[in-house]
């Protein structure tokens, strides 16, 4: 890893534990690892890396900077924050950690939390509408910036509960893929930290003690179907230590010829051999 004498301001302070290179060289590996396998990399190339505040967009924000500080990571990196104006967000904490970084970086400031509180009936969540709106404004900030791709913090926890969120409410066998293209056919969106724990994201930004902003719009719902799924989750993997990671991996082994969709594989021109011998 980086050499102490030679680190980006992102990392002083890093706890000095084998514990915690471990970790910091197992995220950074695995994000290097999903950006080449998925080729969402090119030279010369701007991200617009989405900040929330949350644990896994800095998390995202240190594994790419270092790969980038490194060499390994050819593009340019702004961070950028949309303030959503949720009342009573610390609209100074992302700006000044960001410059004392020295990460390039864009606060934008758009109230959707209105909008969401106005249209959304009570009793339903806010997450569908939120999220819409908020990557709408990303977009265009984005291509405002000259940037190629909107860079997202999401995990592999969170692939797997939008996986079985589809599977047992959606009746469909989907998820958030590492990299897509928007609608309109502009953009790439990409997940660097496709093949990474959420509990590393935990660990990791806890020990750099990084100013977490909680989201006190759709964390404040209960009985959301995320949360149940995670419960579901969670208990799997209590009672069979990675299982997450065996789940994961089903996902990059899909098998056409052993599923029911015939869009996907022709079942109708299917022959067997003939022995007439």
């Given amino acids: 890893m980086l050499d102490h004498n030679d680190i980006h301001p992102l990392f002083h302070g890093a706890p000095d534990s084998t514990e915690f290179r471990k970790l910091r060289k197992r995220i950074v590996r695995q994000t290097r690892e ?24 800095y998390t995202l924000l240190a594994a790419l900077t270092e790969l980038q500080w490194r060499g390994l990571l050819p593009v340019e990196i702004l961070a950028c924050n949309l303030d959503q104006g949720q009342p009573g967000f610390p609209a100074t904490v992302l700006p000044e950690f960001l410059e004392r970084m020295g990460v390039p970086h864009r606060i934008e400031y758009q109230d959707t939390y209105s909008i969401v509180m106005d249209k959304v009936p009570e009793g339903r969540t806010f997450c569908a509408l939120c999220s819409r709106l908020r990557r709408g404004n990303l ?75 909680p989201c006190d719009l759709c964390g404040s719902q ?56």
């Fill in 139 to 213: 977009y265009r900030i984005a291509r405002e910036e000259g940037c190629s791709a909107v860079v997202l913090g999401h995990h592999r926890d969170d692939i797997l509960e939008t996986f079985f969120m589809n599977l047992f409410h959606g009746g469909r066998l989907a998820t958030m893929p590492p990299k897509l293209v928007n609608e309109e056919g502009d953009l790439f969106v990409l997940r660097p930290l496709a093949h990474v724990a959420e509990a590393d994201c935990d660990r990791f930004a806890r020990a750099l003690n990084y100013p977490i902003i």
């Fill in 222 to 277: 209960d009985g959301l179907q995320r949360q149940q799924v995670k419960q579901i989750l969670d208990g799997w993997e209590k009672n069979s230590p990675g299982r997450r990671q065996v789940m994961f991996r089903a996902l990059m082994n899909a098998r056409p010829s052993h599923l029911l969709d015939p869009s996907l594989f022709d079942f109708a021109n299917l022959e067997i051999e003939s022995n007439l011998d």
């Fill in 34 to 57: 999903a950006v080449e396998q998925y080729a969402m990399a090119r030279k010369g190339e701007r991200w617009l890396v989405c900040l929330s505040g949350g644990k896994d967009s």
